[in-house]
């Protein structure tokens, strides 16, 4: 029997985005929010990737036709009735109990992708169970960290496979965690109950005794740091379409266009990896001229308003996938919380749409972000 979520009232007051993060801050403990909501270091990509999408402006067309307009975009085979997707966030049980299931319920109930994470605090095969077979739904992706042990890869990626998912989204941005400042802070540790549960029986690779001059990081933890050869393992070891998640510069996307991946995931790890590193707002459109149509590109990191929606697709992405906001409205209302953020950017995209006289998505192009032009 598939597990049924708790339907938990929607908080009355809820009309944004940001509504939702205030309302959350208020929910979630000191643990849960240092983990969910903060950054690396100083987290000054945290804050330039929301303030990029802010200072792009919208140039829009008018008396346009509308009528007969629609969301819906191409990706991977599928049609999509809305380029929104839930991003893969670890340790959804620590905002709510319902956890990755609440999201997956909540992404299809509106027709949105969802990427399970790796570390997710549910199981994959409980997760796809319950919506794998609805007709209404998303795409449902699996995110993989990959493993020093080659044999529990495999394993894991059977295990995904087996479950109906439907692609493989390889995190490639984070051979090591970040300076996660505020999670020190707060002492961060994983609630009794609460783990990655998708690698249980995973044994930790033996570190070994480092030699005088050796570095406990580069001799040590980053031994196994995945390559570009275990890209092309992995895209051998699966009849998944693989996507790559964490590309920001060019050469990198040119990289995974020759190996053959199936997609790219624009992103920074939501500034929780490596400080300073550029918004994604800025390097989606440095990756799109970079592999032209060759590949699909999805983006993250920031993503609020459905006029960031829109931004996104002009500079050349095909679908956005949006975490934190989704794990807030979590913790405020499971189920219900969630399907209530989706609707929300799903509205305010077709709103924008409307009003920048985009019909469809494809009309969407770049000279809808509008650039000034010195005075004369």
């Known amino acids: 029997m598939k597990p049924v979520p708790s339907l938990d009232p ?6 944004s985005l940001a509504d939702h993060e205030a309302l959350a801050r208020t929910r979630l403990d000191e643990n849960a929010w240092a983990y969910f909501s903060g950054g690396a270091a100083d987290e000054i990509t945290l804050r330039a990737n929301r303030q990029a999408w802010n200072e792009l402006m919208l140039h829009p067309r008018v008396l346009r036709p509308l009528s007969g307009g629609h969301t819906r975009v191409e990706l991977l085979g599928r049609t999509l009735a809305h380029p929104v997707m839930l991003a893969p966030v670890a340790f959804q049980r620590m905002a709510h109990p319902d956890g990755e299931l609440a999201c997956a319920y909540a992404a299809a109930a509106l027709g949105a992708g969802l990427v399970l994470s790796t570390q997710a605090s549910t199981p994959l095969e409980t997760v796809a169970d319950a919506v794998r077979d609805d007709p209404g739904r998303g795409p449902l992706w699996f995110q993989l960290y990959l493993q020093p042990d080659r044999g529990f890869n495999r394993e894991l990626i059977r295990r995904a496979e087996d479950a109906g998912y439907e692609a493989l989204v390889l995190t490639v941005d984070a051979p090591s ?4 400042d505020r999670e020190r802070r707060a002492g961060f540790r994983l609630p009794p109950g609460i783990s990655a549960v998708n690698l249980q029986g995973l044994r930790p690779p033996a570190l070994g005794t480092l030699a005088p001059g050796q570095s406990a990081m580069f001799d040590s933890l980053l031994r196994h740091a995945p390559t570009w050869a275990d890209v092309e393992w992995l895209l051998g070891a699966t009849r998944l379409p693989v996507l790559l998640k964490g590309v920001l510069h060019e050469a990198d996307a040119r990289q995974a266009a020759a190996l053959g991946v ?21 390097a989606l459109p ?31 992405a095909r679908a956005v996938l949006v975490g934190r906001p989704c794990v807030y409205a979590l913790a405020n209302a499971g189920t219900r919380g969630v399907a209530h953020v989706l609707r929300l950017l799903c509205d305010e995209l077709e709103i924008a749409m409307a009003l920048t006289g985009c019909a469809t998505l494809a009309e969407a192009t770049a000279d809808l972000i509008f650039t000034r032009a010195p005075l004369r």
């Open 177 to 180: 965690s970040g300076a996660r």
């Open 262 to 282: 199936a997609g790219l995931i624009v992103s920074n790890h939501g500034g929780r990896t490596l400080d300073t590193a550029p918004a994604t707002a800025w």
């Open 286 to 316: 440095r990756i799109a001229d970079a592999v032209g149509e060759a590949l699909p590109l999805l983006v993250d990191g920031g993503i609020r308003r459905g006029t960031d929606v829109l931004k996104a697709v002009a500079l050349g």
């Open 10 to 15: 929607l908080p009355e007051g809820l009309i």
